[in-house]
């Protein structure tokens, strides 16, 4: 018997005696579905420079190859969020949907581009030229276009909207702009497809944001309709906000429409999920698990580019992390955690969540990952795939086509 084994059989009784329905929790885990970004896949750095990669991806094509690879080995990631400017050039949707199936994953969330033409100084949806207003409600429609012939059902809006001196701007004006172009896109929205819509807390305005908190985009989303839901990015709130209460309320207000996955110390860091503070992300995961049907549409997504780490390892990795932190919530004994809750045994509640949180869960995963035909370890099996030598001799240093750069 090998040691993964071993160590599984271990685990699954020790939980089963926690009264966890051990193969419930691994049918949820091979149903997880996390989708990776095609910026994700190019070259990126930071407010003062783009750095190149060897073998960073410039086209879609190349983005789709990447995320096709992350999806071979995680058996988790099979969709692509796409930024429209940055991957989709005029006519050429069919083909991409095309090559995409060639490579078994699909299109994802689509994100129109609103923050990168000259036009944009002065805000997008806010700008106070009704021509530029009228501009980016036309590349929204745009989008939605794309969206239904790629077979995507996510319009995933952010605005870089906002002022960076006192006096600026009308605040309220602004609030009506906003509304009114979003009305308008919603207003073109299939059914079935949702619009997300996105806060930040600041930048690149910082003076103001216009949509700064979840409050804000709740409220946007209500003007609209129930297609209109709020995502959630973990590096778009102010430090020590807690996360895990705003996605259980709009949870319970069937608002919550997705997450962009990443983590910070700072402020909007794109750092690996779960490397500076893995409880949170165990919390919000605790959350969606206690919230059962409510969580059914919430789409998972990551929101990372790494100047640093090699890309797609950084990718799988942080795939990994995200398993780890759904398994340790599905851990969780949720009968227990309610009944210490009723009784106001404050310790016992909050011991039935960490014991679920330092449970190593890492066999539970190597399990479902034999049992999905995966090798255990999706990052050595890259490795050992030599697809990023090839990736590095083939494409080698370029000038950057798209992504953040
Ligand atoms: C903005 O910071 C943001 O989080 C939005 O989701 C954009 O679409 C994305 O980053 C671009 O990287
Ligand atoms: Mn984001």
């Not at 410039?58 to 995320?67: M, P, Q």
């Not at 997705?258 to 909007?268: I, S």
């Not at 490397?275 to 997504?301: D, H, T």
Request: glycine share 8%; hydrophobic share 40%; aromatic share 8%.
């Amino acid at each position: 018997m090998s040691h993964c084994q071993q160590a599984y059989d271990l685990l699954a009784a020790q939980l089963t005696d926690r009264g966890v329905d051990v193969e419930a929790v691994k049918a949820k885990l091979k149903a997880q579905h996390i989708e990776t970004p095609s910026w994700g896949y190019a070259d990126s750095g930071t407010r003062f420079k783009t750095f190149k990669q060897a073998g960073a991806a410039i086209t879609i094509e190349e983005k789709l190859a990447d995320a096709a690879m992350v999806h071979k080995v995680t058996g988790v990631c099979p969709t692509v969020a796409v930024h429209v400017l940055w991957d989709f050039k005029g006519d050429n949707i069919s083909d991409v949907c095309a090559y995409a199936d060639s490579l078994g994953v699909k299109i994802g969330a689509i994100n129109p581009t609103l923050f990168q033409e000259d036009c944009y100084l002065g805000g997008s949806i806010t700008n106070v030229d009704p021509k530029v207003r009228r501009h980016v409600v036309q590349h929204m429609l745009d989008s939605i276009e794309i969206g239904k012939q790629a077979g995507s059902d996510l319009l995933s809006l952010w605005f870089a909207d906002g002022t960076n001196y006192p006096g600026q701007g009308d605040f309220r004006a602004r609030k009506h702009w906003a509304t009114e172009c979003l009305q308008e896109v919603y207003a073109a929205l299939p059914p079935g497809m949702r619009m997300l819509v996105e806060y930040k807390l600041f930048e690149p305005g910082f003076y103001h944001t216009d949509i700064a908190d979840w409050g804000m985009a709740y409220v946007l989303c209500q003007h609209c309709g129930p297609q209109a839901e709020v995502l959630v990015d973990l590096g778009h709130h102010a430090r020590g906000v807690n996360i895990e209460h705003i996605v259980s309320f709009l949870l319970d207000e069937g608002r919550l429409g997705g997450f962009h996955f990443n983590d910070a110390r700072y402020a909007d860091d794109d750092l690996t999920t779960g490397s500076v503070n893995p409880y949170q992300v165990f919390l919000i995961y605790c959350e969606l698990v206690k919230a059962g049907e409510l969580a059914r549409n919430v789409a998972y997504m990551i929101d990372q580019s790494h100047g640093e780490k090699p890309k797609l390892e950084a990718m799988i990795q942080t795939v990994m992390s995200i398993q780890t932190a759904y398994a340790k919530a599905l851990c969780v004994d949720y009968q227990r955690l309610a009944e210490a809750q009723a009784s106001g045994n404050i310790v016992d509640a909050e011991n039935t969540l960490i014991r679920a949180f330092n449970t190593d869960v890492e066999p539970l995963l190597c399990q479902v990952r034999v049992e999905m035909g995966l090798d255990p370890d999706p990052l050595a099996a890259y490795r050992a795939s030599g697809y990023q030598a090839r990736i590095e001799a083939e494409r080698g240093i370029r000038e950057s086509g798209g992504g953040l750069g």
